[in-house]
């Protein structure tokens, strides 16, 4: 049953595209892609519904090659 776990949350890589937009979100400012990433590493803080905080997220990724246009 572990190994059945262990294959589940195993990932096949992908390209991974980020953009950067202009502040009026209009424009493509900056472009990384990031061929044959997969995740290693999701993070979030905890959230409260009473509460007034910005929810925060932490996505560490390994990729073996970075692109930029």
Not at 7 to 27: F, G, I, N, W
Not at 41 to 47: D, E, I, N, W
Request: charged fraction near 30%.
């Amino acid at each position: 049953m572990a190994r059945r776990r262990a294959q589940r949350h195993q990932q096949r890589p992908r390209t991974l595209t980020v953009e950067l937009k202009s502040e009026d979100r209009s424009t493509t400012v900056q472009t990384w892609r990031l061929i044959n990433a997969v995740i290693m590493k999701h993070q979030s803080g905890p959230l409260s519904a009473k509460g007034t905080d910005v929810a925060m997220e932490e996505l560490t990724v390994s990729y073996e090659r970075l692109e930029m246009e």
